[in-house]
């Protein structure tokens, strides 16, 4: 592993020992701190965190065993290894108990001092990369807000992740239907794969194929086996989202899946043992629908083993101020930008909008803020009534609500004349000048601003 030469502590209250460790693991290329005694060496772990420590046992004030105690109470990640002098060498056995990872003995022999200090480093970025993994895993898949709602559903996709029932997730277009069908798969500890079909984006004459696969000349274009959906999820998780724009002919054929445990490629005139997991979605009244004769009855029991709501952002709205941060947030460091703040005046305005597509449109929302900045974003036209309570809600002081009703007011004329500044000037009538002047003052630019 070409990498980075790791950190290392040296605890050891006998300066030769520490002199020798700094001049052998130095010239390995490590980078090597040493402490003359336990509560400083401590001290310098927690400071410093360095990748590795090594510790002596026997030593004045406060000895190794101790001294690993209060390492691993603190939650220190280095892997410590010990140095056991004459007669302690049973002290370092039970070290090893308490959570260090090895231990060497004096005098210390130079090949026997760099393997271990070699393997424990490489113990050290294993467990590094796994927490970073983890971290990063956590955070994509968070589920942002403290509504009880909130808290109902990931409760229940904790207890239904585990187990093999089918879940089906409804819920308005934007609530995070796939986020949840994401969550229900990295927490399942199924070892294959999640994979998604969106039913309503594949044509109904291909959805066959796509699903469950085909063989060589099964039809015009088949032109060799193709494994489908079915089996590319085996010992994963499928993901049917929009379950309710499949056709009935289709539906009849995925309840056998889910009878059978097992697909028919296209062609094949034979079937192919699966085990996935399935988990499907819907912003669709399925009931409604099975009411009209458009969708099975008996897929939807199969599939509704266990049913998932994901409310609607309007049911929440008290999380809106924290899922905007989080957007914020996320949207710098998938950017490197630097953290982006919100201002009170944007944060008002987010928080009164309606949303009709729920977390995406004010994920994207945000977005546009930080993008084009608060007068761009949300200086728009959308349809509200102007003397509503809500939107005089936004405003602090008399002079932010003339300008930003005066810039709204100028952004939706302009519009309405297609940018012209002339028609727009003579319209409102104020000389072009002033115009100029204005759209100067807010910042606007004709042509892109008023584009939709
Ligand atoms: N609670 C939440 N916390 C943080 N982000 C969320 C949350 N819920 C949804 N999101 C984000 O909002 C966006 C929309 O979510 P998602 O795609 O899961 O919605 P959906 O219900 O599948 O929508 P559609 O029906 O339109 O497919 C995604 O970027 C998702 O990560
Ligand atoms: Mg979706």
Redo the contacts with the bound molecule.
């Keep these: 592993m070409a990498k980075r030469k790791a950190s290392i502590l040296v605890i050891d209250d006998e300066e030769s020992v520490r002199r020798s460790l700094e001049r052998i693991l130095s010239f390995e290329g490590y980078q090597v701190e040493c402490a003359s005694n336990g509560p400083l060496g401590v001290n310098m772990a927690l400071q410093d965190e360095p990748d590795l420590i090594l510790l002596d046992i026997k030593m004045p004030k406060m000895d190794g065993l101790e001294a690993l105690q209060t390492l691993v109470n603190q939650g220190t990640k280095a892997p410590v290894i010990m140095i056991s002098g004459h007669g302690t060498v049973q002290t370092a056995v039970e070290a090893t108990k308490l959570g260090a990872f090895d231990f060497l003995e004096k005098p210390l022999d130079r090949d026997r001092l760099l393997l271990v200090v070699r393997n424990a480093v490489e113990r050290s970025d294993l467990l590094q990369e796994n927490r970073e993994l983890k971290q990063e895993v956590a955070k994509r898949f968070?589920?942002?807000?403290s509504d009880a709602s909130?808290d109902q559903l990931k409760d229940r996709i904790d207890r239904v992740a585990k187990t093999h029932a089918t879940v089906l997730?409804t819920?308005?277009?934007?609530?995070?239907?796939?986020?949840?069908?994401?969550r229900i798969h990295e927490q399942s500890g199924r070892t294959g794969r999640f994979v998604q079909v969106n039913c309503a984006a594949i044509p109904q004459d291909l959805i066959e194929s796509e699903l469950f696969g085909h063989i060589k000349g099964a039809f015009t274009g088949a032109v060799e086996n193709q494994p489908g959906k079915f089996q590319l999820a085996d010992k994963g998780t499928i993901f049917l989202?929009?379950i309710g724009d499949m056709s009935l002919k289709t539906q009849a054929k995925v309840l056998r899946v889910l009878q059978e445990n097992e697909v028919e490629p296209v062609g094949a005139g034979k079937t192919v043992a699966v085990d996935v997991r399935v988990v499907a979605?819907t912003?669709k009244h399925l009931e409604q629908m099975i009411e009209a004769g458009e969708f099975r009855e008996d897929l939807y029991y199969r599939l509704n083993v266990v049913p998932l709501h994901?409310v609607p952002l309007s049911q929440r709205r008290g999380?809106i101020p924290a899922?905007v941060r989080?957007?914020a947030h996320q949207f710098a460091s998938e950017n490197n930008l630097p953290p982006q703040t919100i201002s009170d005046s944007v944060m008002r305005q987010l928080s009164s909008r309606t949303y009709r597509?729920?977390?995406?449109e004010?994920?994207n929302l945000v977005e546009r803020v930080l993008i084009l900045g608060e007068a761009y974003a949300l200086g728009d036209d959308s349809p509200k009534s102007p003397s509503s309570e809500m939107a005089l809600d936004h405003y602090e002081t008399l002079k932010e609500f003339k300008e930003d009703t005066e810039k709204r007011f100028l952004l939706a004329k302009l519009k309405q004349f297609e940018g012209n500044i002339s028609k727009t000037a003579e319209s409102i009538q104020t000389p072009r000048s002033n115009l100029y002047k204005k759209l100067e003052h807010y910042d606007i630019v004709v042509e892109r601003d008023i584009v939709d």
Excluded: C, P, Y
């Design positions: 968070q589920m942002v807000g909130l997730i819920g308005e277009s934007g609530t995070g239907k796939e986020l949840v069908a994401r989202d929009e979605a912003n994901s999380d899922l989080h957007f597509g729920n977390i995406r004010l994920k």
